[in-house]
């Protein structure tokens, strides 16, 4: 929902990742979470020009001369559940928790270190665009989870695993003929993240056509 320069959404996301690792002695990684929740916020833009807010005549907005600067500040609250451990598969304490007589799936989930909470978190971004004739030209910049969003918990034993904070940049060009356009586009993230510069790097495209449109990246 979009009024003037605020705007909310609600979203439902649910993301799991398991890495089995030793091959003589197998330890499961879980990182398991669900979440649900809104977002609320607010942006302004500073100078003119890059897309005309009157165009409505078409789905795509139509590029027009100059530059503009936006800034927004988002609030969030998510309520959070899942797991994040280690188990090791040939040790005796994941099979205690399993043969522990739990009564339905819930409570052996609860012994494994699934629980439930609530945390509200901060995003903030700023975006430069610069236009001229058919081209455009844009650099973001957000950082999301600012100090990390941290949720009390409402249920379960675990500690509900935390949304770290993320830093992240990118830029785009695009081109549009009328008939077709292209963008090319690429982007830094999570800078913050102590992974190789290789696995940050992205690099996306799009060619757009009537009724069809191409990407790769």
Not at 22 to 44: E, M, Q
Not at 115 to 137: H, I, P
Not at 151 to 166: A, H, I, R, Y
Request: charged share 20%; glycine share 12%.
């Amino acid at each position: 929902i979009k009024m003037g320069r605020f705007g909310l959404n609600l979203f439902a996301s649910s993301k799991t990742n398991m890495v089995l690792r030793n091959a003589i002695h197998p330890i499961l990684d879980v990182d398991y979470r669900y979440d649900r929740g809104f977002i609320t916020g607010y942006a302004h833009s500073f100078g003119s020009g890059a897309f005309a807010s009157r165009a409505k005549k078409t789905t795509k907005q139509k590029i027009t001369s100059g530059q503009r600067v936006s800034i927004g500040v988002a609030v969030k609250h998510i309520n959070r559940e899942g797991m994040s451990d280690q188990y090791d598969l040939f040790g005796t304490t994941l099979l205690n928790k399993i043969t522990s007589g739990a009564a339905t799936i819930d409570d052996l989930k609860k012994s494994l270190g699934y629980s439930k909470g609530k945390g509200w978190g901060v995003d903030l971004g700023a975006e430069y665009a610069v236009s001229r004739g058919n081209s455009l030209f844009t650099a973001g910049f957000s950082m999301l989870d600012i100090g990390d969003t941290r949720f009390k918990k409402t249920e379960g034993v675990g500690d509900v695993p935390n949304q770290v904070m993320s830093i992240n940049t990118g830029i785009a060009y695009k081109q549009d003929f009328g008939l077709f356009d292209y963008t090319l586009s690429s982007d830094l993230r999570p800078l913050n993240d102590g992974s190789e510069f290789s696995r940050k790097f992205h690099f996306g495209s799009e060619f757009s056509f009537p009724l069809i449109t191409l990407n790769a990246g």
